[in-house]
């Protein structure tokens, strides 16, 4: 069913470009967040893709 598709993000402490796209599309994430982590980063994200208000 279109627009049913799970919203996956990564989060990571890669560091290298390639390390993060190898990770990124092999395992087919929507989106990343890079370490640290903080709560408004995790928020911001999840309002992009309307997950929240």
Do not use: H, W
Not at 18 to 37: H, L, M, R, S
Not at 41 to 49: A, F, Q, T
Request: net charge positive.
């Amino acid at each position: 069913m279109r627009g049913r598709e799970a919203i996956i993000f990564m989060v990571s402490c890669l560091t290298s470009n390639e390390q993060v796209c190898n990770a990124f599309f092999k395992g087919y994430c929507t989106d990343y967040i890079p370490k640290p982590i903080e709560s408004a980063k995790i928020l911001k994200k999840m309002k992009e893709y309307g997950l929240v208000v």
